[in-house]
């Protein structure tokens, strides 16, 4: 099966981007490691970043054709983005929300999330292995729709 891994604004940046709040790693690193955990459950992955929305929406829009599921920090389009959340509504297999920070320990504009409604499940606060964990949550609930 095939997920896409989706991230949002500023996101290219991680490593050099606030290292105290997102640690390390870099986008790069990330995709190393969702790539490694989805080789182990037979999942290939479409790994992408944009500073852009219509480019999530469009690539949400691709996942709709292929994808047994999606990945999504959106960054900050978590608490802006109708247009995203209207994208993931047409999406019809399961989503797992990663945000690299706990959104609820931080400022009172990052509580609220317009994907949350739209998630099988939401990850925050795990680091840069929130994203792995989404990759192993999706690949049994896959493993599970298809039993
Ligand atoms: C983030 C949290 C958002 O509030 C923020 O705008 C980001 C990253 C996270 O991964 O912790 O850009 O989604």
Redesign the pocket.
Known sequence: SLVYVLN????NLLGKRQPEI?GSETLDDVEADCRKVAAEHGISIRFHQSNREYEIIDWIHEARESAAGIVI????F??TSVAILDALNTFDAPIIEV???N?HKREAF?HHSYVSGVASGVIAGFGTQGYQLAIQRLAFLIKKAAA
């Open positions: 949002g604004p500023n996101l997102y920090n959106p960054a900050a978590t608490h945000h690299i920070s959104i990052r």
